[in-house]
Structure formats: C-alpha cells, structure tokens
C-alpha cells in the first residue's frame, strides 16, 4: 500500500508564488522518479515536471524559469516551488511517484489526489 499526501494548494494573484509538496509513505521499495503534473477544466492532464532520485529534471516549456522541482530523498518528498504566477496556469495538480514496492516486481505509478491552485489576474 502506497499513500500520497499533497498539500500546498491555494489561491494566489498573478504574479505570486505557491510552494506545493508531496510525501509518499507506506510500501516503498525504491523511487526512480517523481514528479508533478496539472489538469485545467476542460483538458487534458499534462506534464509539468519530474525529477528522478538522482536529481535530473525535466519541465513543460511552459513552466521553464518560473517553476522549480526539487525532492528530499530522505523523507521521499517531491516539491514544486511555482513563482511567476499566471491565469493560466490555474489548474488541479497531481503529484506523481514512479518505483517499486518491493524486490522482483515491476515499477508502477501512484498518484495523489490533486490540490487545486487558482490563480487569479
């Protein structure tokens, strides 16, 4: 059994930071990756950065140089520092963890339940 808590959300005026954190518990084996992701009324989940345990990361073009991903391997949690806030990037986000739950099986996928962020102009 794996469990992600995610808190940080809010609302917040354009041009403003947000700060949100996901911690991972219960049967955790080995984290490869973790990561955060976003959905907006009306479309479709998408990618908006990872970072793997050895620290490589990866961003949405459309996050670059405003948003930052960092993980504390320790307490196997994953953070998203959002600064720069814009309208659009009001959306519910979902934090991401890829890794094993034990020796000899396969990696899956677990997801948080979502903490909305809204941003207003």
């Known amino acids: 059994q794996v469990q992600l808590e995610e808190s940080g959300g809010g609302l917040v005026q354009a041009g403003g930071s947000l700060r949100l954190s996901c911690t991972c518990s219960?049967?955790?084996?080995?984290?490869?990756?973790m990561g955060w992701h976003r959905q907006a009324p009306g479309k479709q989940r998408e990618l908006v950065a990872t970072?793997?345990?050895?620290?490589?990361?990866n961003y949405a073009s459309s996050v670059k140089e405003r948003f930052t991903i960092s993980r504390d391997n320790a307490k196997n949690t994953v953070y998203l520092q959002m600064n720069s806030l814009k309208s659009e990037d009001t959306a519910v986000y979902y934090c991401?963890?890829?890794?094993?739950?034990?020796?000899?099986?396969?990696?899956?996928?677990?997801w948080g339940q979502g903490t909305q962020v809204t941003v207003s102009s």
């Open positions: 991401n963890f890829f890794l094993k739950t034990s020796w000899g099986v396969r990696t899956n996928d677990y």
């Open positions: 219960g049967s955790i084996f080995t984290i490869y990756r």
């Open positions: 970072i793997t345990a050895g620290g490589d990361t």
